[in-house]
Every structure is written in C-alpha cells, then in structure tokens.
C-alpha cells in the first residue's frame, strides 16, 4: 500500500493483542500512553494523543511529549463509564521546524531574506484559523518577513517564543500518519476496590440444625456493615436438586433431612429464575437486598451456569445437554473433583443462540427484578471464552454499573482470557502464596506487567472450596497476617466470612478441603462471637476505606528489609496525597526484626529529611530520618500500616 507519509508510529501502550482487547480502568484514572514515533532525517515532528468517549462526537487532543529515544507520551482522565477510544497521530511540523532551521542559521549569523519569505509563506496557510489579538500578530510578522528594511525585528520575531507557542497550538497537519484505535474500558470505582463477605444464608439461623432464610440474613447485616465489608456474597440461592443430591461431605448419597450442595441448582421448585423456598419469599429477598444498600452493602449473586438433573432446562430443553448412547448424561467433572448431581450444559448445542438467550435473560431478570448489579461467575473457564466476551458485553450495554468475578483456579493463560472477555475482577493465586520470594514475585507479575491493564486482582485467603495448608491449624496470628496481607495488597480482597473468623479449619486428611463442608450441610454459628480476629478485620477495613494507596493494587512498590520473613512496601494514590508504607511478618510463631529502606526517591525527600509514620491501628507515631530504619513485629499483632507524612 502507498504512504506518503513520512512518519512511523509503533509500539503504542497500553494495548493488549494490538489493540484487540481493551484495556481497563475505572472513573477518573488516569490513561498514561506511549508510542514510538519516528521520522527520517532531522525533520522536527509532533504527535498528538486524541480520545474521545463513545457518546462524544469529537475527538479531544493532547499535544505528545518526547521523553527519550524517540518515545513521545501524553495521559488523559477517564471522566465517566463505558468505552472510551484513543489513537495517536503524527505528522511533520514545518513550521516549527523552520523556526528551528531559521534559529540555527542566526545564530551562526547567516543571512536569512530567502528564509523569512519562506516564513511568511507557512504564516499565510496557518493565519485563517487564527482570531484576536494573535491574527494582528501574525499580519505585522507577515509585512515584516517580507521587507528587508524590517530585517532586525523580523529575525528576533522569527525565534520569538510567542511564535514558538502560536505554532505548536495551530499546527498545519500534512500527510499525517495515524496509529489504529484502541479502547478503555471505564467502570464504577467499585471494580477497583471492594471488601467482599461470603456466607451461606441456609446457615444463618439462630438456632442450630434448623435451615436459615432471608429473614435470618437481614438481622445480620448491621454486623457485617460494622465490620467494613461493602459486598455481601452468597452461594447459589436457587432451588436445589432432588435427584442425585450430595450428602453431608460430599457423599455420593444423600440421608434424609441431608440439604445438598447449593450448586446443584434446579429441581420440582424452579431453576435459574427462582429462590429456594426454605429461603423465603421473592419479597424477602428484595427487602434483605434494599436493607444491605441502606447499610452500604451490595449483595453479589452467584451466577452458576449448571444444571441438578431435575433442572426444569433438563425436561424443556434437552437439546442443551449432550445425551450418551444410554440416555443419560455424564455429570461434571473438574478432576479429581466429580459433581454426580450436576450436568454440564453443551455448549456445541445446534441450539445455542436460545442457550446464550436464556443465559443472558437470567441475568437481566435479577439485575431489573432484584436490583443485583455484582455476580460471582463459578467455573467460568469451563464455558466457552466467547460466550462471556458476548453476555458481559450485552449486559454492560444497558447496565453498565455490573461487575462480575471470574472464580476460575486455573491455568494463568486461562485466567487472563477470561479478564480480556470482559471479567471486571479475578480470583488469583493468592491463597497458595506463603513465602515472601513468591509474594513479591506474583504481585509484580499482576501489577508491572501488561496484566496490570487487563485483570483486576481479587484477593481470598480462603473461599468454601479451599482450606489452604497454611492455615490448617494454623494460630490465630496466622489468620491475622493473611488477612493483613490480602487487604493492603489488593484493593479487591474477600474471604469466606465465618469459617475464617472463627479458625474452623478442620481438613479432610491431606487435602485442602475442609471437612463436614458447608457445601453440603447446614452450619451454626454464633455470629456475634468477636475475638481478635474481628477486631483487626474490622479496623484494616476501616483503613483501607479512610486512605486511597489501599483503593487501588498497581502503585505498589517492594522494599528491601535485610529479613526473608518481613516483608514490605510502599503504596500511594493517583495523585501522591496519601502514602503509606505497609511491614507485615510472616512468621505467625516467632517475633521478627529487621531494618526497612524507605523509598526517599519516590516520597521526594532526602536523606535526614524527618518523616513521621504514624501506625493507623495503635496509632503509636515514630519519626524517622534515615534511609533504613529498625522495625520488630510480634505474632500478637504482625503488622503495621503506617501512613507517612512528610
């Protein structure tokens, strides 16, 4: 293809698969791009950023600045959601680029008339665009440029600096050369930072061994709102299957009174568009939902895409599962995991398009009927990749304030495809990541990487599936620290509420599963029960509401500590109006010291400079005036949060 053009725009960032994929943020971020922009010989060349968001007609622009080797970079804020597009565009400025010859050339004291008359031809073309005072300016240099007895001031105007600004703020594009487009993707701030709490509402009851409703749920909620957890996640509430139901420790056959596990969904009492009825009643649920929202709290459904074997879609739509030569079909497996009292949908069903129609209805219904604008998406890496680029695609288009969670413990590529599709947030590896090496290593994978414009982290130091080792028998200082962790880490954290608030770790010997799981029978608790546990849980989530560097994952940055068990960083926010420096130890049996080295680079300051850290949960202060400075933790409480003021 012929391109005139002289310029050559490449590797422009962010992007991801060339521009196939959008990238994310969320309201008022900031968008930093890069590009590569070149051009032969020593021409003078300008680029500009242009973005726009999809309701805008125009584009807005950005003047791109040279940084080094030819990379130019220039930012804009997302001010509100949806998509917004960017591209660059690069040309040739000849004016400028005379100013500087004509510039070059005075200066060795060359005579320059051919120069000015060249001059004054570029001031010609630029001079109609231009109004007010400027114009004058312009006509007076025009005469000038053209008289030789005006030679003196015409040669000072010629390098003028209010030229100079005239010429970069009116430039006359020529064989422009544009890069493609690329897309952001913008949400509510919410899918940058969320505390979630999960629990099973069938375990809520005051009294033990009886099944817990709605009703049971609303009472709750002032603790949980207390606590600083702003979602509120529950399994599956549908129907439960009759037909192949899991008994008490996932035993193939269920004894009487046995309640199954919730994601065995769909039976005599209805399937995706409908409640459990030992829960309650559609009202019950629509005031337990408007009750969390007074207190601040969302509640996320889940949003399970299987069916128990007396799933009305079993009966209605056979052609949605795939039927073995026997007339049955083969139940779910994620191996060595067997799910007797699921079936998978067949996703290669020739009737497909009314698959992806009642998938897609199901989630409208709960949205518009029930005010749910967060799902928690179970094993969505068992489901074809482009069926969630399509439904999170048309969902967002006419609710764009959903966010959904991708619970897919897998393979990494697997897990950021599903991030690419669409998935606001991700469950990660976090749970299995104990030493301080791997720590460090995996969050600056998610966050200095490429990964960072694409997957949102969501951090659980335990979920009903997983009873890590680590925490099986593990001290209460265990659990403290974990938590600790997950929440100044991630901006996004969770966990499986009263099991780990409680310490109930009890594991089916040798596996990471807990035994008598909840999954398959009804539990007690005493929810009111407060220990240490609560307490910290409590306040960290205060603090991370109360400073912004903990409302965000990516502006992280390790620091060393002389000691493999302390591990620390330093976190700011977009602006730099709140810093704080994070130590945690991750020794829950022994105490711990060692010396951090503050970033003085990064906080602006020098060495001797004093800085007071002040702890935002003993609130004890300490001023610090060197680079290294001498910190101890204790199991008892092995953290500090510190915020810095300079």
Same mark, same amino acid.
């Given at each position: ?112 008339? $051919? ?8 001031? $010609? ?190 009966k209605d739509h056979p052609d949605w599962f795939k039927w073995r030569p026997d007339g049955t079909v083969q139940y779910a497996e994620n191996p060595p995991k067997k799910y007797q009292d699921i079936l998978p949908i067949y996703w290669e069903s020739k009737d497909f ?239 711990? $010291? ?53």
């Amino acid at each position: 293809m012929l391109n005139q053009s002289r310029i050559v725009i490449e590797n422009v960032a962010p992007q991801i698969n060339n521009g196939t994929i959008f990238i994310k943020r969320v309201v008022d971020e900031i968008v930093n791009v890069t590009a590569d922009v070149l051009v032969d010989g020593h021409d003078v060349l300008q680029a500009d950023l242009l973005y726009k968001h999809k309701s805008a007609r125009k584009w807005e622009t950005v003047r791109m600045q040279p940084t080094f080797n030819d990379e130019y970079t220039a930012s804009f804020v997302t001010e509100k959601q949806g998509f917004y597009s960017y591209k660059i565009e690069g040309w040739v400025d000849y004016a400028l680029n005379w100013q500087h010859g004509i510039e070059r050339k005075i200066d060795d004291y060359q005579h320059v008339n $051919s120069e000015l008359l060249e001059g004054a031809e570029l001031l $010609s073309n630029i001079i109609k665009n231009i109004k007010g005072d400027d114009k004058k300016y312009l006509d007076h240099l025009i005469n000038i440029f053209k008289n030789p007895e005006a030679y003196n001031e015409a040669i000072k105007e010629a390098v003028s600096q209010r030229l100079h600004d005239i010429f970069v703020d009116n430039p006359e594009k020529l064989l422009t050369q544009t890069s493609n487009e690329f897309q952001v993707y913008v949400d509510r701030k919410k899918a940058r930072f969320s505390t979630w709490y999960e629990f099973f509402p069938r375990s809520a009851s005051e009294q033990e061994g009886k099944h817990g409703t709605f009703n049971d749920c609303y009472r709750l909620l002032p603790r949980i709102a207390k606590m600083g957890f702003d979602t509120l996640y529950f399994p599956p509430i549908h129907p439960i299957g009759e037909v192949n139901r899991k008994g008490k420790n996932n035993t193939t056959v269920a004894q009487e009174g046995d309640v199954g596990s919730t994601w065995g969904i769909g039976s005599k009492h209805g399937g995706h568009k409908d409640i459990h009825p030992e829960l309650g009643t559609v009202e019950d649920f629509k005031n337990l939902v408007a009750e969390a929202k007074n207190q601040g709290i969302e509640v996320a459904m889940d949003y399970a895409l299987q069916a128990a074997p007396d799933h009305p879609w079993v009966k209605d739509h056979p052609d949605w599962f795939k039927w073995r030569p026997d007339g049955t079909v083969q139940y779910a497996e994620n191996p060595p995991k067997k799910y007797q009292d699921i079936l998978p949908i067949y996703w290669e069903s020739k009737d497909f398009k009314n698959l992806w129609k009642a998938c897609l209805d199901t989630l409208f219904y709960w949205i518009e009927e029930y005010d749910i604008h967060v799902f928690r998406v179970d094993n969505p890496h068992t489901k074809p990749y482009y069926f969630w680029g399509w439904i999170i695609d048309e969902v967002k288009k006419k609710h764009p304030d959903v966010l959904f969670l991708a619970e897919a413990f897998t393979k990494p590529k697997v897990m950021h495809q599903l991030a690419k599709q669409g998935y606001t947030q991700s469950y990660t590896y976090f749970t299995w990541r104990v030493h301080k090496h791997e720590i460090m290593e995996y969050v600056n994978e998610l966050t200095q990487t490429n990964q960072r414009e694409f997957m949102r982290p969501n951090f659980w130091p335990n979920t009903p599936d997983i009873n890590p080792f680590h925490l099986q028998g593990a001290p209460e200082s265990m659990y403290i620290l974990r938590y600790a962790l997950a929440a100044t880490l991630s901006s996004n954290i969770g966990i499986y509420g009263p099991v780990f608030e409680q310490q109930i770790d009890t594991p089916i010997a040798g596996k990471e599963e807990y035994y008598m799981s909840e999954k398959f029978q009804l539990c007690h608790y005493d929810w009111f029960k407060e220990n240490k546990i609560t307490t910290l849980i409590s306040k960290i989530n205060a603090i991370r509401k109360e400073h912004e560097s903990y409302q965000q994952t990516n502006n992280i940055k390790f620091l060393e500590t002389g000691n493999d068990q302390l591990i620390a960083f330093y976190k700011w926010n977009q602006d730099k109006t709140n810093e704080t420096l994070t130590v945690i130890s991750l020794d829950a049996y022994n105490s711990q $010291s060692g010396s951090v080295q503050v970033p003085l680079h990064d906080l602006g300051i020098h060495h001797g400079h004093k800085i007071e850290v002040l702890d935002l949960v003993t609130r004890n202060s300490y001023n610090w005036y060197h680079e290294w400075n001498y910190v101890e933790l204790h199991p008892t409480l092995p953290f500090h949060i510190f915020k810095i003021n300079k």
